[in-house]
């Protein structure tokens, strides 16, 4: 290519036909999983506002909303489209609790469906008692479920379930297949159940978007309670708060004494007003802070004294993101006591 | 803003609103009459058909999510292709540079010019959306509408829900840092100038 001949703009290659029936195909399936998401209240885009940062702090945003929307179970919010970042996020829609992995997407009709759009998340669902199954809808898969912690990935039309506890059933285009505890599901072999495996990454399809790879890690399960010790007690240990770091070369920063202070104000506020000591700790327990492990398990705490479904919600995700938690043994006692209770 | 004709406006308007209220032929007829315009933006932003199929459905979601804003001020097809510039920019500026490995392809010099023309083409364009790869994602985006598939600032900057100055100083942006980065690369340097990019 020595000398330059004229060759004019790249011409658009056609996509094929069976791409076409894909793209159709999978359309149809996320709009039937979320009719509502049709009608809603158009949103006005402002394309100049969004930059990095500000897509980075509108997904904050988001995931603040749902989590504080979040602690009035039942009330009658938008759909709302959840996206993390680089890094994985938690949060809470009604009693459902979504612990979505780095550089995922989901959007979550807090009446009773999610539809995730790429990536992978752990649903934690309340037991829905007469209420319908809530569903998490992926590409051509359906999960329906009643009350149980699950989760599903998708990579391009490939997807993936897993179940911690609890039973869910799983349709993929015509076929149905219940999945239960321990047990996991995957669309290559979809008539087929099997229990699951530590790690097992889920290939992208053939020029699939250079997603990042997904990866079924099951969550830190719960230490076994000791036999012979009676359940839970009646009223949990307050929360540990975090060992104070040796001094560092550095002065702390000031978010970190900052949330200190939160958490002092929010221990404080228990009593007058437990539900906004509640979200304010949630609120708390979203941020990297060492604050945030005590902050979580106060928030779970709290639900519990006040017999809210979310309580066991709240330890599931404490024990997955602080399995060796300062709270962590109280997490267990007092989740093997919730259990029970249900 | 180009005000679509009358009749154009009415038949886009029925069919918006018979799609957005749930009515799956509507949803059917919208989608066959618009992929093309949608792929074609997105084709041009990102410079080829990898990743497209997610990017399709998540733009045509995203006009479905739509529809009952559709006013008709514009076409149809004018506002599709907006949704579309919303999607694939906001997927560029998510993702990572990809690594683009320029000695995959051999030097290919067929006998044939009209082959000839292509291979070089194909190559020059190779070169082109690596180097895009590394700009920001609003000069690319620019650079591609205005530039790669020669549409006016003022329909770009429609497309991008932005306005003429803005769309002209990102292209002049794109172009300047493309040339600095097509210096030691001719045929990129040249393909540049003849798409007008490089002037």
């Known amino acids: ?342 | 803003m180009r005000i679509a004709p009358a009749v154009v406006r009415d038949h886009d308007r029925d069919l918006a609103h018979r799609a957005a209220s749930g009515d799956r032929g509507a949803q059917r007829e919208l989608f066959l009459a618009q992929r093309a315009a949608v792929h074609h933006a997105l084709y041009r932003i990102l410079g080829g058909n990898r990743d497209l199929e997610d990017l399709l459905q998540d733009a045509f979601f995203e006009i479905f999510r739509a529809l009952p804003s559709f006013r008709g001020d514009s076409t149809l097809s004018r506002w599709c292709q907006t949704i579309a510039t919303r999607v694939a920019y906001l997927a560029i500026s998510r993702r990572r540079p990809q690594p683009v490995d320029l000695a995959l392809v051999e030097e290919i010099v067929p006998d044939d010019a009209d082959t000839r023309r292509q291979v070089m083409m194909r190559e020059a364009a190779r070169r082109l959306y690596a180097a895009l790869e590394r700009i920001e994602a609003k000069q690319r985006v620019a650079f591609a509408l205005a530039v790669i598939d020669g549409r006016s600032l003022a329909e770009v900057a429609e497309l991008t829900e932005s306005t003429v100055i803005a769309v002209k100083t990102r292209v002049w942006r794109a172009r300047k840092d493309l040339m600095k980065r097509a210096a030691k690369d001719d045929v990129l340097s040249a393909y540049l100038a003849e798409l007008g990019g490089g002037s």
Not at chain 1, 25 to 50: E, K, N
Not at chain 1, 185 to 204: C, D, G, K, M, N
Not at chain 1, 266 to 282: H, W
């Open chain 1, 1 to 342: 290519m020595t000398e330059h001949e004229r060759l004019g703009p790249p011409p658009v290659e056609p996509l094929s036909d069976v791409a076409w029936s894909r793209v159709e195909r999978g359309l149809w399936s996320r709009l039937d999983a979320a009719p509502t998401v049709l009608m809603q209240r158009p949103r006005r885009w402002r394309w100049i506002r969004i930059t990095a940062p500000a897509l980075a702090a509108a997904a904050a945003a988001a995931v603040l909303t749902v989590g504080l929307r979040g602690g009035a179970p039942g009330g009658e919010a938008a759909p709302t489209r959840v996206v993390s970042g680089a890094a994985p996020t938690s949060v809470t829609v009604g009693d459902v609790h979504v612990t979505l992995d780095a550089n995922t997407a989901v959007v979550m009709d807090p009446a009773a469906s999610a539809l995730l759009e790429r990536g992978g998340a752990w649903f934690a669902v309340a037991p829905r008692g007469k209420r319908p199954p809530f569903v998490v809808a992926a590409g051509d898969l359906v999960v329906r479920v009643i009350g149980t912690r699950f989760r599903v990935a998708r990579s391009g039309e490939e997807a993936a379930v897993e179940v911690d506890h609890g039973l869910v059933e799983v349709q993929f285009r015509d076929a149905k297949t219940r999945v239960g505890t321990g047990q996991r599901w995957t669309s290559r072999r979809p008539t087929e159940v099997t229990p699951p495996r530590v790690a097992e990454a889920v290939p992208a399809a053939p020029d699939a978007a250079p997603e990042p790879e997904i990866v079924i890690e099951p969550a830190p399960l719960p230490a076994a309670p000791p036999s012979v010790s009676p359940p839970a007690p009646a009223a949990p240990t307050p929360p540990v708060p975090p060992e104070p770091r040796l001094p560092a070369d550095r002065k702390p920063a000031p978010k970190v004494d900052r949330d200190e202070a939160a958490f002092h104000r929010l221990e404080a506020l228990e009593r007058r007003a437990p539900a906004t000591a509640i979200d304010g700790y949630l609120e708390l327990s979203r941020r990297s802070s060492r604050w945030a492990e005590p902050a979580l398990y106060a928030a779970a705490r709290l639900a519990a004294d006040r017999e809210q479904p979310r309580a066991r919600t709240l330890l599931e995700i404490y024990l997955q993101r602080f399995p060796s938690g300062a709270n962590a043994d109280d997490a267990h006692k007092l989740l093997g006591h919730l259990q029970g209770a249900y």
